[in-house]
């Protein structure tokens, strides 16, 4: 059964439980639980970190702790009942725990460790607090160290500063604002300290003043290593200061044996001292540590004989020294102690042994020397500051050592009460002895004894140093052979008190003989008595003493027989009658002296003290006496305070008018002199004098007198020294006043109690007097009443005790009240005066409520005064802190509100002004004091405060500027960030006081300025007041963590809620006064609406409906709301506020309200739009800030951008994104895009003189000179993006403009401008770009994206496959589409992002340029791929049942037209796809249009020729009339034939009848057209060509032959190829090369294939229109059955190499130029579909392959690779022999052609594909057609020739004829044998021209002229052709290249040899070439052996021969 618990309520949890029961709490280790019932072992609660899930638990894993419970029962509340400080550091912890790991993954690995160490530290420190067994001093210390490390870590971690009051948390609801204030300043400060001084902060709490910190210096001897003494001896160490020349401290003793260890056993590892009470000033003098070594043995060390072995002497050894100034740094640094080695020096000379640790100092290194390089001292030293009861409190293990305490000589800087000392420091000075008839000098030894009056030798009272016990004798060491030793030596003398009195010192001197038994000799004495006659003790001087002769007989055992003598000068002048008779007799040759110092509390050696001290022995002497008292030193007077304090109320006594000033003079002196730092800790001696022992009952009478004669004086005398000290001295007169009063009273049972009364009164009368003074002209009496002043409110606690509080308060009122105004008195008196009010306010007096009610009036008038006058302002707000902070304390009482009351009045209205002017001029320390006083001020005021403020105000105009300030000052209040980000607490309770006094006030703003009344201003700013505040930082609580969340909602709530529930009632309140805040409030309000917390959102939204019905009332629309609402919304979501809930949630709201209203239909639009515009907003930022590519970036500025322009019109916006969208492009190189994005604002722009405001980073100026500015940067962009078209028409427009403004200077520049541009476009080479389709489908795309098509113009060199991988890297989630059918709406709807990406071909809109002959293939070249609109791609299927004999039958075109909302190129890459047209061209169709190209690029060809336009190589003529012939005869064109000429199709489709006709014409046309291209060809082919022109002239006939039943016309045969065959011609005819079985996937670009389009078909008989089936992969076998093995059969044939034979079946043709795969019956080619994308490579055009359904044998999809195993070889299209051999004259073109090549290396291309070769034909270029690289590469070969620029997008070439099976080779997008892995440059430097950009008739080829393009050079060296192209680098081509020879007249045209030999086509054992190439060294291809013409020469010959030899 569950039973509630009584007393376990409170855990821990010391076991992670994982709730494995039903009901079961999953808890974590280290959770703290809240207990509620208990069951069997098992408990019922709650997690403290999860307060609202109840479960189970069992008991045993729970450590339970003691705890508070409040409210029991359902809602009970448990407070741990732990120490704060241990419950802080817990929780600090675990919220340190997550922010620490961030810290490594943020890669902040240095505060990782830091903090990791700060962590464990306070783990350990937060251990021994709770183990309970620390004192009360170790617990403080313990928590200052935690509350040092929490401070530090929060700091460092950006989290909040917690205020503290003696290391605990304080409570802000407990202590008024100010306190709080000055708690964060303290925290902050204490941080501060801990993080630039770790540990050494030392929190001052409650200290008066500040006290010097003494130093100390812990010193250990650890070794003395040395290998020469071999006897025992002493170390003496000691404190020197060496600009002072003396010692400062005692001396610490060591003794050591002979071993170098310590002489007592026990004394091992204790060998230390402690030099203490060093201060400040000490520790800056030139000190150093210096030890004197002194052995104990013979008397010379190294001589045995000297003196017996029984005797030791003591002798002086040497000495080292240490620097501490040298030290001090590493000291203080390092809190620990440090080793120092102290080398020992010996002495040369013993005479000089008291100054050998000066000579060592100073570096006299004549006077010392070092006995060994190992000798010395090893010490320890460590620094410790604080008194000594700290000391021992910190380091107690030192004490626990032994440790000898070594004091200063005389008394520290501060001499604390209870510190009894008498010690008589004497120093050993100097002997001087006479020889006494010795040859030598003597070796003297002093013995001194301590002796009392009965000539007792008092026992242990000689100290050699500190560590050693005392003893009762002395022996000085001895210096050897010296009469006149110099000793220095320092021996303590701690004689009590009790025996110093008759005692005296007696020193005996003997002669240490080394001779004989070695005796000493005792030969005189000397003596001092320590005190004189007087009563003084013996003075701090040197004293010769007189020296008496005696012998070993002599006694002194009647010490009176020598006490009698005198013994020194100054004694034998005081008794100059001495007998001469006695029995010493005076050696006056001879002297000795000694030094004291007296360091004594019980003595004194001051004559005018001792005689003030006996006074009654010299009464006549008094006023004497009392007057030298001023001249006794403090530490004299301060040793005897309670004797002279008696003797002076005594002598008061004896006779008060006589004495009482000079005893009052006294009095002040001393009472001043323990204002004294030094004596500051003898006042509480002074105190206990008082309340104990004083006993002078009759004294105050006198000493009021005193003081009011004082007082009167004031005002008459010019010097007032006396006045002043004596008002300094106030608080202990009045101290003795009122104590000598109650003795009196308490004598005479309260005799005399008016009088005394009446006494004090008129002493304050005369305060007042002194007070009311006009100080101005006189600076004495402004000293004496600032010293008034400062004294005065001391005096407050000594009245109480004599008068009530009311009494007391009303002398102090009158007092305070007495003082001039500020007006009336210079500054340094205001601050006095402000001073003595504060300390006032800070007395015991101020806590009383009936003191408070007197004197807060006439403190508040002062301060009042001030802040009127903006004077000391710091110190005026220490008072009002400290009032604010007693009435914080006693606010239960009733007196309270009264006071607040009186505050209200006197300050409110002040302090906001003070605010006001501080927070203009930006003081942060002072706004900070006087907010946390507003603060304090309007947290204590209640309804009744407020209720008097509102009725108080006059007149509706004070109320108004009242209201102003108070929102002006909480408005700066949060603008200006008064208190730092961390200060939580304050910046939240600051909010809290605001939303308070907001609540009260609004109830008034409300009822005065609504009606008639109604204020704009103030409205306004308590409308800015409260979307301030709602906006604070500090309040938002969404990104906080949710412990520090709860705590704030637990405390104060959502305090943005209350006010947006206050905001909204006073807008309801507004009424028709609404209409004034449209449109100033919307921006505001709609900052408050983008907060993200729902309730303050849903409170908010309807006011914008509001806005729009009103506005609607009003004008009829809205649109003010619409614009404002509009413009505020784009600002505010691209600083980051507002999210996806904010748009459905404002549309839904608004719609919602609008539904209900009748203007529904406008509003419901404008709601739709604006969260259409918020979608694309969210978009727009979202990618912005995201780290998103450009491509993102600019086509979500351009979707905004064109919403506004389109859809809400708003022209300035546009305008915005305009300039946005333009310099994105040109962070991308976009030059095009940027200039048409610029362009947009120029159209809007009229050239017009009208005035344009500033705007952007436009200056004000006429839209004229605006938009000329704009034309000229536009033209500027479209120079860099090479587009001159487009810049031309506006250097028109420009030069329109000047010219009629006749500015001819700028028309010239402009026309100039312009001329350069045509020169650019004939010159300049420019890369037409490729195009591709994308399409976005998913809803996980942007808006701007999302289920929508898009064309994109593609980068430089960019194909499909690069393209299509820069795509999934902008949007790495997208998942390729394989196929390119649309999708379903499945795939639309899914939360997923789908990419469908292919090629497609731009459709020009510029035909007839295209269609111009003579227009230069540069000018085409831009015409094809720029302002194009319209886009296709095709797609080849079967309909019906495929003809297995002839598949042209059946094989249709879809063709797909895309077109786009705007041509390109425009303002982006990329634009939508508007309408897309789907197609369907028949196989007829297809045919008509492929044979019609055909015919048109032969007809442009030899048209070409004709007029030389071509320079005279043939080879492209050669070329393309071989494939033409060459494939009609092996089938192509029969193809056709039998598909469409076939009687049975012409039955079926009767329709076609038309179109048959027409294809027979164009074949008709087409026969013709090849006669007068043979003739051309036989008019310039070159001699050695000839045998390939009887080829042609044999196939001509035969192809005349198939088709001469078809068309009769043709048996008339064109005059160029009648007669021409040739004895070979059979020959040639027999080899068959292009039979239909043969394999024909020669890349377009191969020597056999024609340089036709660049855009159309793949076939040679396949239509214009069927142009783009890029993609596809070409089968180039026209058997109609075929097997894929057989496929791979013939490819295997096309390859005989063995190196060729892995990569065969991976061999593809793709079209990179979109040439159509339909191929007739006189194609020898099909084409089948490829892979979609991925297969493809980067060169081919994407388009879509064929449905499964539709692939067969023959049609078979051959798989491409990826980019890394693509290959890039082709087959070469000849007839294979059966030996795998060429006919005779392929062999010699191919060798031709091959000559022409020369490799090129590819970046993009991976290790495995350089392996394949690729053919480039750089030897001669089509002129005007734009063919394709071959290559996905980006190569440009460095070609000595002329390069052709090829295009992989041109819709169409010159010619418009088509790369073919008719003319031998299926177009593709990959080179025959890729040369890549020649390593050549792969650099890709910009296009050249093309040849035919020159005009024509340069290109005469009869005439010798000088070609206008650089001379063609065949030569190895490279030099030469990098020569050759600087001026036209080219791109990588694959364009045709054979060889034809050329006129003699005409250099020669061969091209430049290969720089590798591999054919491979060719045998390696065959062919004269290859086996030359092979044996020459590779390494040499640089170097030329043989002029150029002679290479080009030779090789052609041996090319030719070699043919001849195979034949």
């Not at 003070?914 to 002072?926: D, G, N, P, R, V």
């Not at 963590?1041 to 705590?1047: C, E, H, V």
Request: proline fraction near 5%; aromatic fraction near 10%.
């Amino acid at each position: 059964m569950w039973t509630p618990t009584e007393e376990e309520k409170y855990g821990v949890v010391i076991c992670s439980f994982r709730g494995s029961v039903p009901q079961g709490l999953v808890l974590e280790i280290g959770e703290t639980v809240q207990i509620l019932e208990k069951c069997e072992g098992w408990y019922r609660g709650v997690s403290t970190k999860k307060p609202n899930i109840k479960g189970i638990f069992p008991a045993n894993y729970i450590h339970l702790k003691k705890a508070i419970v409040s409210n029991r029962g359902q809602y009970e509340t448990v407070v741990p009942l732990e120490d704060s400080v241990v419950t802080e550091v817990t929780a600090t912890l675990q919220e340190w725990a997550s922010l620490w790991k961030q810290l490594y993954v943020k890669h902040k690995v240095d505060l990782f460790y830091k903090l990791r160490h700060v962590m464990n530290e306070l783990i350990d420190l937060r251990r021994q607090l709770l183990s309970g067994h620390l004192t009360q001093d170790q617990v403080r210390e313990v928590k200052r160290h935690i509350t040092v490390r929490l401070d530090w870590g929060n700091e460092h971690l950006g989290l909040d500063l917690v205020p503290r009051k003696d290391f605990e948390v304080v409570d802000s609801d407990q202590i008024s604002v100010s306190d709080l204030y000055k708690m964060h300043l303290s925290s902050r400060q204490s941080v501060q300290q801990s993080t630039s001084q770790v540990d050494t902060m030392r929190p001052r709490h409650g200290e008066t003043c500040r006290m010097p910190v003494p130093h100390h210096f812990f010193l250990s001897l650890k070794s003395f290593t040395y290998n020469t003494i071999g006897e025992d001896s002493d170390v003496f160490f000691s404190l020197y200061d060496m600009r002072e020349g003396k010692q400062i401290s005692e001396r610490f003793l060591v003794r050591l044996n002979k071993n170098g260890g310590p002489r007592n056993p026990e004394k091992i590892e204790r060998m230390c001292a402690l030099f203490t009470d060093l201060s400040s000033k000490d520790m800056k003098r030139d000190l150093y540590i210096v030890a004197h070594v002194i052995r104990i043995g013979r008397m010379l060390l190294n001589d045995s004989k000297k003196g017996p072995a029984h005797l030791h002497y003591r002798r002086p050894y040497g000495c080292a020294v240490l620097s501490i100034l040298d030290v001090l740094q590493s000291l203080t640094e390092l809190k620990e102690e440090k080793d120092f080695v102290l080398k020992v020096y010996t002495c040369n000379n013993e005479s000089e042994w008291a100054q050998i640790h000066e000579n060592i100092i100073r570096k006299s290194s004549a006077k010392y020397s070092a006995p060994s390089a190992s000798h010395g001292l090893i010490i320890s030293l460590q620094l410790l500051r604080g008194d000594m009861e700290q000391i021992r409190r910190e380091n107690p293990i030192i004490f626990n050592r032994g440790l000898a305490i070594t004091r200063k000589l005389g008394f520290p800087d501060v001499i604390m009460p209870g510190d009894i000392r008498n010690d008589l420091y004497l120093t050993l000075e100097k002997g001087d002895f006479e020889r006494g008839g010795k040859s030598v000098q003597k070796n003297i030894e002093v013995t001194m004894y301590v002796l009392y009056a009965d000539g007792e030798i008092l026992k242990d009272c000689i100290s050699l140093g500190s560590g050693e016990p005392n003893r009762s004798s002395y022996h000085s060491f001895v210096l050897y052979h010296s009469n006149s030793p110099r000793w220095g030596e320092i021996i303590k003398l701690p004689i009590p008190i009790d025996r110093f009195r008759g005692s005296h010192l007696r020193f005996e001197f003997r002669h240490c003989s080394t001779k004989d038994k070695g005796e000493k000799k005792l030969f005189g004495f000397a003596f001092s008595p320590l005190m004189r006659d007087d009563g003084t003790t013996l003075s701090d001087d040197i004293h010769e003493l007189y020296v008496y002769k005696c012998d070993e007989n002599s006694t002194f055992n009647n010490h009176a027989l020598y006490l009698g003598l005198p013994c020194c000068k100054e004694d034998y002048n005081g008794c100059p009658n001495i007998p001469s008779s006695l029995i010493f007799q005076r050696s006056t040759k001879e002297s000795f002296s000694i030094s004291t110092q007296l360091s004594s509390t019980k003595l004194t050696q001051n004559v005018d003290l001792l005689a003030l001290l006996k006074w009654k022995a010299f009464p006549d002497r008094i006023m004497d006496i009392l007057g030298r008292l001023r001249h006794v030193s403090g530490e004299e007077i301060v040793k005897f305070l309670q004797d002279i304090l008696d003797t002076l109320f005594v002598i008061l006594d004896e006779n008060t008018e006589k004495y009482g000033l000079l005893v009052f003079q006294s009095l002040v002196f001393i009472i001043n002199l323990l204002r004294d730092i030094k004596y500051f800790h003898f006042r509480p001696v002074m105190d206990t004098y008082i309340q104990k022992h004083f006993a002078g009952a009759l004294a105050y009478k006198e000493l009021i007198r005193c003081l009011k004669w004082y007082m009167d004086c004031s005002a008459e005398l010019i010097r007032q020294d006396h006045i002043q000290e004596a008002m300094r001295a106030l608080e202990y007169l009045f101290k003795f006043i009122v104590q000598s009063r109650i003795l009196y009273s308490r004598a005479t049972c309260g005799m005399e109690e008016e009088q005394f009364r009446s006494s004090i009164q008129e002493l304050f009368q005369s305060i007042r007097f002194v007070l009311s003074l006009d100080s101005r002209n006189s600076e004495t009496l402004l000293f004496t009443q600032a010293a008034l002043l400062n004294s005065f409110p001391t005096i407050f606690d000594e009245l109480l005790q004599m008068f009530t509080v009311q009494e007391v308060a009303e002398f102090v009122r009158g007092t305070l009240g007495s003082m001039p105004s500020t007006v009336h008195i210079g500054q340094s008196m205001d601050v006095v005066k402000l001073q003595s009010i504060a300390r006032t306010v800070d007395s015991r007096l101020f806590s009383f409520s009936e003191s408070r009610r007197i004197l807060l009036p006439v403190v508040l008038h002062h301060i009042h005064l001030h802040l009127r006058q903006q004077k000391e302002l710091l110190i005026c707000s220490g008072i009002l802190g400290s009032i604010f902070s007693i009435v914080k304390t006693s606010s239960l009482e009733a007196d309270v509100i009264e006071e607040v009351e009186m505050m209200v009045e006197s300050l409110l209205d002040v302090l906001l002004q003070t605010l006001l002017t501080i927070m203009s001029k930006s003081h942060a320390q002072e706004a900070g004091e006087y907010v946390s006083c507003l603060l304090s001020l309007l947290r204590q005021m209640c309804d009744t405060h407020y209720q008097h403020l509102l009725d108080n105000f006059q007149s509706k105009d004070e109320l108004k500027e009242f209201l102003l300030k108070i929102f002006c000052v909480f408005r700066n209040l949060m603008k200006m960030s008064v208190f730092p980000r961390d200060w939580m607490v304050m910046r939240l309770l600051t909010s809290n006081i605001i939303v308070t006094t907001v609540q009260y006030l609004s109830s008034a703003l409300h009822k005065n300025f609504t009606e008639t009344d109604f204020d704009f201003k103030v409205w306004n700013s308590y409308f800015s007041l409260a979307v301030l505040f709602i906006n604070q930082p500090s309040l938002q609580l969404e990104i906080i963590t949710s412990a520090k969340k709860k705590k704030i909602l637990d405390k104060y709530g959502d305090m943005r809620v209350m006010m947006a529930y206050e905001l909204f009632s006073m807008w309801q309140n507004l009424g028709e006064h609404k209409i004034h805040f449209i449109p100033g409030m919307i921006g505001p309000f709609l900052g408050v609406t983008l907060v993200p917390q729902p309730e303050v959102r849903n409170i908010m939204i309807p006011i914008f409906h509001d806005m729009m019905d009103w506005e609607q009332r009003k004008n009829g629309n809205f649109k003010q709301v619409e614009a404002e609402l509009i413009d505020k919304l784009d600002s505010m979501v691209s600083e980051g506020r507002g999210d996806e809930s904010y748009r459905e949630l404002f549309g839904l709201l608004l719609l919602e309200k609008v539904e209900q209203e009748t203007w529904r239909e406008t509003g419901i639009s404008f709601v739709t739009s604006v969260t259409r515009l918020m979608e694309r907003l969210l978009d727009y930022r979202d990618c912005m800030k995201g780290e998103e590519t450009e491509n993102k970036k600019i086509g979500c500025t351009v979707n905004l951008m064109n919403f506004y322009k389109s859809e809400i019109n708003k022209e300035e916006m546009y305008i915005r994104y305009i300039h946005k969208l333009c310099d994105m492009h040109l962070q991308a190189e976009n030059y095009t895009e940027a200039a048409f994005t610029l362009l947009l604002y120029c159209e809007l722009l009229q050239w017009e003189d009208r005035p344009l405001r500033e705007f952007l980073h436009y200056p004000s100026q006429t839209e004229w000179q605006r938009k000329e500015g704009l034309c000229r940067k536009i033209i500027h962009y479209f120079n860099k993006g090479k587009s001159w078209e487009f810049g031309i028409p506006l250097c028109r427009e420009l030069a329109c403009q000047y010219e009629s403004l006749y500015d001819y200077q700028s028309l010239s520049w402009i026309r100039k401008m312009e001329a350069s541009y045509y020169d650019n476009i004939m010159e300049q080479q420019r890369l037409e770009p490729e195009f591709f389709r994308v399409g976005f489908y998913g809803r996980k795309f942007p808006f701007f994206l999302r289920n929508k098509e898009y064309v994109c113009r593609g980068h430089d060199y960019e194909r499909l496959e690069a393209f299509q991988q820069r795509m999934l890297s902008e949007f790495p989630q997208a998942i390729a589409m394989q196929h390119p059918n649309h999708p379903d709406d499945a795939i639309l709807q899914c939360d997923a992002q789908y990419l469908q990406i292919y090629a497609v071909t731009p459709i020009p809109d510029y035909v007839d340029v295209l269609q111009m002959d003579r227009v230069p293939d540069r000018v085409k070249s831009f015409y094809r791929v720029n302002n194009v609109r319209k886009f296709r791609y095709d797609r080849p299927f079967h309909k019906g049942p495929k003809d297995k004999e002839n598949e042209f039958k059946s094989l249709w075109i879809e063709r797909t037209t895309l077109t786009l909302t705007h041509s390109l190129p425009g303002i982006s890459r990329w634009f939508e796809v508007e309408r897309r047209e789907l197609v369907e061209v028949s196989p007829l169709e297809n045919a008509i249009q492929v044979v019609e190209n055909k015919n048109q690029e032969l007809r442009a060809l030899i048209s070409q020729y004709q007029h030389k336009q071509v320079h005279g190589n043939i080879n492209l003529l050669s070329m393309c009339l071989n494939g033409v012939i060459d494939a009609a005869v092996n089938g192509g064109i029969a193809r056709y034939q039998e598909a469409f000429f076939d009687k049975d199709y012409i039955v079926k489709h009767p329709g076609d009848a038309e179109k048959i006709t027409q294809l027979k014409e164009l074949m008709q046309e087409q026969v013709h057209v090849l006669g007068v291209g043979l003739a051309v060809h036989e008019k310039f082919v070159h001699p050695e060509m000839r045998p390939l022109h009887k080829k042609l002239i044999d196939q001509f006939q035969m192809m005349r032959a198939s088709l001469y039943h078809e068309f009769p016309s043709l048996d008339k045969l064109s005059p160029a190829c009648s007669g021409s065959s040739t004895p070979r011609g059979n020959i040639l005819a027999s080899h068959s090369p292009m039979s239909p079985e043969s394999i024909k996937m020669t890349h377009r670009h191969s020597p056999m294939n024609l340089m036709g389009t660049g855009r159309h078909s793949s076939s040679s008989l396949s239509s214009h229109a069927s142009s783009e089936a890029g993609n596809m992969v070409m089968l180039g076998d026209s058997s109609m059955g075929e097997a894929p093995e057989d496929l791979y059969h013939h490819m295997q044939l096309a390859y005989p190499n063995p190196r060729y034979q892995g990569s065969v079946t991976n061999v593809s043709v793709l079209s990179s130029t979109q040439a159509s795969p339909s191929s007739s019956s006189l194609s020898s080619t099909h084409s089948a579909p490829s892979q979609m994308i991925t297969s493809a490579p980067s060169s081919a055009r994407g388009s879509p392959s064929l449905p499964d359904k539709y692939r067969h044998a023959r049609e078979m999809m051959l798989l491409l690779p990826t980019h890394r195993d693509r290959p890039s070889s082709a087959m070469y299209p000849a007839a294979i022999l059966e030996n795998g051999q060429l006919p005779n004259f392929q062999r010699a073109l191919f060798q031709q052609v091959v000559g022409a090549c020369k490799p090129c290396s590819d970046p993009n291309l991976s290790v495995a594909e350089k392996g394949h070769y690729s053919l480039h034909f750089d030897a001669f270029h089509h002129p005007l057609g734009d063919t394709p690289p071959a290559l996905p590469a980006r190569t440009l070969r460095k070609s000595p020739l002329h390069p052709i620029p090829a295009s992989p997008t041109s819709p169409q070439s010159g010619l418009d004829g088509s790369n073919s099976t008719l003319s031998g080779s299926a177009s593709s997008g990959v080179s025959s044998l890729s040369e890549s892995n020649f390593g050549h440059s792969s650099e890709a430097p910009p296009r050249t021209d093309t040849m035919d950009s020159m005009p024509s008739q340069a290109w005469n080829a009869d005439e010798d002229l000088e070609p206008p393009y650089l001379p063609v050079h065949y030569s190895l060296s490279e030099s030469a052709v990098l020569d050759s192209i600087k001026a036209q680098p080219c791109r990588s081509h694959s364009a045709p290249g054979c060889v034809i020879p050329q006129d003699p007249m005409d250099p020669p045209a061969l091209p430049p040899k290969p720089y590798h030999p591999r054919l491979p086509a060719l045998e390696h054992d065959e062919g004269v070439l290859l086996r030359e190439e092979a044996d020459r060294p590779r390494g040499l291809h640089r170097k030329a052996s043989l002029p150029p013409g002679s290479i080009k020469e030779e090789q052609a010959r041996m090319a030719w021969e070699h043919g001849r030899g195979e034949q």
